[in-house]
């Protein structure tokens, strides 16, 4: 369960994210997902097909990437972040579709369709460094300077992976 997952009547809202979840892991440099502390350095985050596609266009013009748009996704560890891209449906497989019992889009999240494909090829990405602001109704990330692009089709791909980064002390 993703640490940022708020629950309802005893049941996690997979599709939303909790504000005071959020802004904690935010402040206190959490992984989004586990809800431990990510040392500093580099931390990961899973990508869906149009940002996946915006980073491997700069990195093959030797362009720097920097996510114009603030996302409510936060920043986790390199494993967790391989690990939610195989374990969510939507992260993990092109044709999975977002849920639609979700709601509450603005001008923020109006361009997340729900029951839409994500199509494409999603990716899991490192970072050298992030930015946050926490304001009254949302957590805003930024992300700069890639420094590992991975890129999959279905995210099962990352499974290798994810096993040696398990395997480390």
């Known amino acids: 369960m993703p640490a940022i997952t708020p629950w309802e ?3 996690p809202q997979f599709a939303l994210t909790d504000h005071g979840r959020s ?3 935010a402040r206190e440099r959490l992984c989004s997902v586990c809800n431990t502390v990510m040392p500093r350095g580099a931390v990961w985050r899973v990508v ?3 940002e996946s ?3 491997a266009d700069a990195l093959a013009a030797g362009r ?3 996510n114009v748009a603030p996302t409510l996704e ?4 390199r494993a967790c972040m391989l690990y939610a891209a195989m374990v969510c449906p939507y992260l993990a497989r092109p044709n999975a579709r977002r849920g639609l019992s979700a709601d509450g889009s603005d001008e923020l999240t109006a361009h997340v369709v729900r029951g839409r494909a994500r199509g494409g090829a999603g990716a899991v990405v490192g970072f050298g460094e992030y930015e946050y602001a926490v304001t009254p ?3 805003l990330f930024r992300f700069l300077d890639v420094v590992e692009f991975m890129p999959h089709e279905t995210a099962d791909a990352h499974l290798d992976e994810l096993r040696a980064e398990l395997a480390r002390p």
């Open 9 to 11: 009547d005893g049941a």
């Open 23 to 25: 802004a904690a892991c």
């Open 48 to 50: 869906g097909a149009d």
């Open 53 to 55: 596609a915006a980073i």
């Open 64 to 66: 720097p990437y920097r």
């Open 74 to 77: 936060g920043p986790g560890h």
């Open 137 to 139: 109704t949302r957590v």
